[in-house]
């Protein structure tokens, strides 16, 4: 079958950097459309709303794919919340889904922010930025992205100290480089993974 991705995400850096990724996740004969919100609190007003409308006209070949930011939430507790606010609007999710049962949406947690994914990928930062010290990714700092408190801050301090973005790190423009020269295998990031991992078996289920 072939399938539909709609895509919602936070802000506008996600939307640049996953309309680099997702090209190499998702296959050719598959689609996506991307949809940005606000912030995290914009997302998370508008999105019941979102999902009760998805509920009435979305077809069997399409996947609601949900991506947000950790940032100091629990991450039990913010994928508990977007569970229930699909299953509010009568949404079957992955997590829910019996095994082999369909289901039209996955949601999934950048930890702790979508930054740690682009940390992940040293060589892409690397080429976007080349400045960047050749092993900063062997530092104890930057050697497990999820785990760094702060993953935007650390990221702007890394390019800074390289001589990028004096003024602050602008994330869009980060993102949208970076996410270029990315390659999926590539990446040290465990919430990339289970991101990619779950849209990859909405490909075989589909």
Known sequence: MIMHFEVLVEEISAAKALNNILPKIITKMHTFRIM???GKKDMLKNLPIALRGYSKWIPPDYKIIILMDQDKDDCIELK????????NANLK????????????VLNRIAVEE???????????????????SRTFD????????????????????LLQHSG??????????????VSMHMQPLNNRSRSFHVFWEGISHCMKVG
């Open 93 to 104: 999710t992955k997590s829910s889904a019996l095994p082999g049962e369909d289901f039209m």
């Open 36 to 38: 940005h919100y606000h």
């Open 164 to 177: 990028y973005f004096k003024t602050g790190l602008r994330k869009s423009e980060c993102a949208a480089a």
């Open 138 to 157: 062997r530092t104890a700092k930057y050697r497990n992205p999820d785990t760094i408190s702060g993953t935007w801050e650390a990221l702007e301090h």
């Open 80 to 87: 508990a919340l977007l569970e229930q606010l699909a299953n």
């Open 114 to 132: 979508l930054e740690a994914w682009l940390l992940g990928d040293a060589d892409a930062l690397r080429i976007a930025y080349p400045k960047v």
